[in-house]
């Protein structure tokens, strides 16, 4: 465990995002069962600073994010919203620049794997956190939606950007426009997961992948999600020259140097994340 994230002990007040960290890997649940993960003021800060905290700690080396209860996320908590549409000093109308934008690059950009796990439905910004890491595994009883036409509001949390990279844009464009919750076997078929598992397997199936990718090269891990996000929206020349400079980093690393005296002493590697 790291030393600088206290597991949480079952009978302690977590607020509304239970951390863990273990054998390098952080576990952030989603903490609102109540209310099926849906986001108000105080899950979003607090899944901020969370996610913040992980990514800056070097002994993570793997994130998992998932939710309690029977829901991952289904976005936008509602009733918050309606409050706020009367309230003149509401925050709402900024929560996308202050929470959802912010939430989303960490997801997707911090120098360590990022894995969902799908318990639930995850819906509207919820769907969106989950389409920003490197993989999501499902129970086979969750579903997805898009949710955000179905209230008359455009697409937030970088949906726009995901989706038709994982489906393509007609596709994409399908399922923004007419919302549906699409069962994970379906989601598996489209793209959109890249694991259905029995719910019961969930935790175990998920926990073996990060322990996994915790013990992998971290640093490499990590260079080859900027790589793959910043080729997404450069010509070729660029994403090559990108690529050099990644290698370059990469190819002074002590993980490099184990990798490749293991490759000679034919041995498995022992990484460190450097």
Same mark, same amino acid.
């Given at each position: 465990?790291?030393?600088?994230?206290?597991?949480?002990?079952?009978?302690?007040?977590?607020?509304?995002?239970?951390?863990?960290?273990?054998?390098?890997?952080?576990?952030?649940?989603?903490?609102?069962?109540?209310?099926?993960?849906?986001?108000?003021?105080?899950?979003?800060?607090?899944?901020?600073?969370?996610?913040?905290?992980?990514?800056?700690?070097?002994?993570?080396?793997?994130?998992?994010?998932?939710?309690?209860?029977?829901?991952?996320?289904?976005?936008?908590?509602?009733?918050?919203?309606?409050?706020?549409?009367?309230?003149?000093?509401?925050?709402?109308?900024?929560?996308?620049?202050?929470?959802?934008?912010?939430?989303? %690059?960490?997801?997707?950009?911090?120098?360590?794997?990022?894995? !969902?796990? #799908? =318990?639930?439905?995850? &819906? *509207?910004?919820? @769907? /969106?956190?989950? %389409?920003?890491?490197?993989?999501?595994?499902?129970?086979?009883? !969750?579903? #997805? =939606?898009?949710?955000? &036409? *179905?209230?008359? @509001? /455009?697409?937030?949390?970088?949906?726009?950007?995901?989706?038709?990279?994982?489906?393509?844009?007609?596709?994409?464009?399908?399922?923004?426009?007419?919302?549906?919750?699409?069962?994970?076997?379906?989601?598996?078929?489209?793209?959109?997961?890249?694991?259905?598992?029995?719910?019961?397997?969930?935790?175990?199936?998920?926990?073996?992948?990060?322990?996994?990718?915790?013990?992998?090269?971290?640093?490499?891990?990590?260079?080859?999600?900027?790589?793959?996000?910043?080729?997404?929206?450069?010509?070729?020349?660029?994403?090559?020259?990108?690529?050099?400079?990644?290698?370059?980093?990469?190819?002074?690393?002590?993980?490099?140097?184990?990798?490749?005296?293991?490759?000679?002493?034919?041995?498995?590697?022992?990484?460190?994340?450097?």
């Amino acid at each position: 465990m790291s030393d600088t994230q206290p597991q949480q002990g079952p009978g302690e007040d977590a607020g509304p995002v239970r951390l863990e960290v273990d054998a390098g890997v952080a576990w952030v649940r989603l903490h609102r069962p109540e209310a099926m993960n849906s986001l108000d003021l105080g899950l979003k800060q607090a899944l901020l600073a969370t996610l913040q905290r992980v990514a800056d700690d070097p002994g993570v080396r793997c994130v998992v994010l998932t939710g309690d209860g029977r829901a991952f996320c289904v976005g936008q908590d509602l009733k918050e919203h309606v409050r706020s549409l009367a309230d003149p000093d509401s925050r709402l109308s900024t929560t996308v620049t202050e929470h959802y934008n912010p939430i989303v %690059l960490l997801l997707a950009t911090m120098a360590k794997p990022v894995v !969902a796990a #799908l =318990n639930g439905v995850a &819906a *509207g910004a919820g @769907l /969106s956190f989950a %389409l920003a890491c490197d993989v999501r595994v499902a129970a086979r009883s !969750a579903g #997805l =939606n898009t949710a955000f &036409a *179905g209230i008359a @509001l /455009s697409c937030d949390s970088g949906a726009s950007w995901a989706l038709p990279r994982l489906v393509g844009p007609a596709r994409a464009k399908e399922l923004l426009l007419l919302p549906r919750t699409v069962p994970a076997e379906e989601a598996l078929a489209m793209g959109l997961v890249t694991q259905v598992v029995d719910d019961d397997a969930l935790e175990a199936t998920v926990r073996e992948l990060a322990t996994t990718l915790a013990a992998g090269p971290t640093l490499a891990y990590g260079s080859i999600r900027r790589a793959v996000a910043f080729s997404a929206g450069v010509g070729l020349a660029d994403a090559l020259d990108n690529e050099a400079q990644l290698m370059a980093l990469t190819g002074a690393s002590s993980d490099h140097r184990a990798a490749v005296d293991a490759f000679l002493a034919k041995r498995p590697p022992e990484y460190t994340g450097r």
